[in-house]
């Protein structure tokens, strides 16, 4: 016998369909400087990821952050992490994301750690719509 479940969220977004992701908008807080920046909804990565020059319109002193090595299918990737305001919609949250030590990274990646970790998510691809509440809200 199958038990429902029901879930509530405070927001919806509908995004663009892109065979390359689940694109989502988001801001990026540091030093009172606020940069608002396109991401991917990625499950599997870790961590937020962003590129270099993101983290250079943010002022923020890259290569002083903590370092970290990431590794993918197109081999690794040098990044350094930093104490920011992430804003998707309504919802902030204070995250560690990291910026890629080189510039050039295509595209920005929401993570496990720093993003998703702090949310409920739900998403229905066939609509193109994304669910999202703050986690214990």
């Not at 992430?86 to 050039?104: E, N, P, R």
């Not at 496990?112 to 409920?120: A, E, P, Q, S």
């Amino acid at each position: 016998m199958k038990t429902m479940k029901q879930l509530t969220f405070d927001q919806e977004h509908h995004y663009k369909d892109d065979d390359e992701g689940i694109p989502i908008e988001v801001g990026l807080t540091y030093g009172g400087i606020t940069v608002e920046v396109q991401a991917k909804v990625d499950t599997g990565s870790a961590v937020c990821l962003f590129s270099h020059e993101i983290g250079l319109k943010l002022s923020i002193p890259i290569e002083q952050g903590i370092p970290i090595r990431l590794g993918g299918l197109t081999g690794s990737l040098d990044a350094f992490g930093h104490e920011i305001t992430l804003q998707t919609g309504d919802i902030a949250i204070q995250s560690m994301v990291y910026f890629a030590k080189h510039q050039g990274l295509q595209r920005n990646l929401l993570g496990r750690r720093g993003w998703l970790r702090n949310l409920k998510l739900a998403v229905i691809d066939y609509d193109n719509l994304l669910y999202l509440s703050e986690y214990g809200s």
